[in-house]
């Protein structure tokens, strides 16, 4: 089955900086790709999502991008802020087969003041 | 509001005694899962539902029950908790409706039960 392996599990950048989380995922026939944000005391939110017909998609200050060949994806934050502090989570699924998502093991992102 | 309402979401308890905790969405989803969340293992799936009457097995079932009766409602039971059971709780929805173009697929989750077992 799917697995998917993400880095790093913490990361701490200054403020207004850039910040880059790394995923892989194994199963080649995986076509959907989300990655959610969880604040503090609350349950993980969609933030930005990429599927296999695209290789890059942006959204203001945040933007992933798919390797489909190498099976990487990441996510991308620039001029970093405060509120960006919480844990991000990727994933992979293939929506023709289930709609079984596989979680990364998350990466907890400090923004420092 | 379209979300998912998770009960209670704070629960100390002690080995062997049953509960459940509720799940409820109104976004007449057709699929619904469990997920506990523990440090440095992310979240990892424990049943999950397609639509009412179906229900199959995560990655970390034992010890766990659920049901399927109504669309709207995924209880997770524990029968005979034990303290490996302690976890912070997810249960999230989605429409399945739609390709992997459209908006099928994404996840809604709930606010989250905290579980102790003492």
């Known amino acids: 089955g799917e697995n998917v392996e993400q880095h790093p599990s913490t990361l701490s950048v200054q403020e207004g900086d850039s910040a880059v989380i790394k995923c892989t995922y194994s199963?080649?026939?995986?076509?959907?790709f989300p990655w959610y944000k969880q604040e503090l005391g609350k349950g993980p939110q969609l933030i930005i999502d990429?599927?296999?017909?695209?290789g890059e998609k942006k959204d203001q200050r945040i933007a992933v991008t798919l390797n489909k060949t190498a099976k990487h994806f990441s996510l991308h934050i620039t001029e970093t802020q405060p509120e960006d502090s919480a844990v991000y989570f990727c994933?992979?699924?293939?929506?023709?087969?289930?709609?079984?998502?596989?979680f990364g093991k998350g990466t907890r992102l400090h923004i420092l003041p | 509001e379209a979300q998912v309402t998770q009960n209670p979401r704070y629960l100390i308890t002690v080995t062997g005694k049953k509960l459940t905790v509720t799940c409820s969405q109104n976004?007449?989803?057709?699929?619904m899962s469990w997920y506990r969340q523990d440090p440095g293992l992310g979240l990892r799936q424990i049943y999950y539902?397609?639509?009412?009457?179906?229900?199959d097995k995560g990655d970390v079932p034992e010890g766990y029950k659920v049901s399927r009766k109504e669309k709207r409602n995924f209880p997770l039971i524990l029968e005979s908790p034990s303290p490996n059971q302690t976890s912070l709780y997810f249960c999230a929805s989605s429409s399945t409706r739609g390709t992997v173009f459209s908006g099928a697929n994404v996840l809604t989750f709930g606010a989250g039960s905290r579980l102790t077992v003492l």
């Open positions: 199963d080649s026939a995986s076509n959907y």
């Open positions: 994933a992979a699924s293939n929506k023709n087969r289930d709609d079984k998502i596989i």
């Open positions: 539902s397609m639509n009412v009457e179906v229900t």
């Open positions: 976004m007449n989803h057709e699929y």
């Open positions: 990429i599927r296999s017909n695209v």
